[in-house]
């Protein structure tokens, strides 16, 4: 089945750098990489998701890029901010079409 | 997305009795998904329903667990003789179809066992 890496597991960045958390995904038919943020006992919350077919994608401060080939996507936050601070987590669904592998998660601490 | 309803929110349960999560999707959503969190961790899939089906259940304990979606009422994750392993917080999402499309998680149980 579909396993996900994410890297790194902690993530600590000053207010208004950029900050960039990886991920790779093992099942070459997988086509769809959505990327949640989860605040302390909260729901996840899908903040971008990106298809196979497109190789980036980009909502004001926040872009996922997607490597076919190599098995990778990545999420990029610009001008970070501490209201970004969560736990991320990146998924991918696989061929099967139907539910979500999840990465190990990021946790993000952006510093004022 | 709000839309997507779960109870109770928190749930604590003595070790060895049952417990039951409710989760209702998003209006017009025939697809339920369940996953769980243990404390410090991320989310593992459990099991894949639509109206009246079990579609994937791969994640799911063999033993002790059970889910439904029955034609009509929310989704149902049975969890009977908890044990303090199974403390974790239970998320349901829903999506309107099956491949690719986006999941709504609900705002999760905490199930807490003593």
């Known amino acids: 089945g579909e396993n996900v890496e994410q890297h790194p597991s902690t993530l600590s960045v000053q207010e208004g750098d950029s900050a960039v958390i990886k991920c790779t995904y093992s099942d070459s038919a997988s086509n769809y990489f959505p990327w949640y943020k989860q605040e302390l006992g909260k729901r996840p919350q899908l903040i971008i998701d990106?298809?196979?077919?497109?190789g980036e994608k980009k909502d004001q401060r926040i872009a996922v890029t997607l490597n076919k080939t190599a098995k990778h996507f990545s999420l990029h936050i610009t001008e970070t901010q501490p209201e970004d601070s969560a736990v991320y987590f990146c998924a991918a669904i696989g061929a099967a079409g139907n539910k979500l592998t999840f990465g190990g998660g990021t946790r993000v601490l952006v510093k004022p | 997305n709000a839309g997507v309803m779960q109870n109770p929110r928190h749930l604590v349960r003595r070790r060895g009795q049952e417990a039951r999560l409710r989760c209702s999707p998003v209006k017009g959503h025939s697809h339920v998904y369940w996953y769980r969190q243990l404390p410090e961790e991320g989310l593992k899939f459990m099991v894949y329903l639509q109206k009246e089906n079990i579609i994937d259940e791969s994640g799911m304990p063999k033993e002790r667990f059970s889910a439904e979606f029955p034609k009509e009422g929310p989704s149902i994750l049975r969890i009977q003789q908890v044990v303090r392993g199974d403390s974790a917080a239970y998320f349901c999402?829903?999506?309107?179809?099956?491949?690719?499309?986006?999941?709504?998680f609900g705002p999760g149980t905490r199930l807490t066992v003593l």
């Open positions: 990106i298809r196979s077919n497109v």
């Open positions: 999402a829903s999506s309107p179809r099956q491949t690719t499309d986006t999941q709504y």
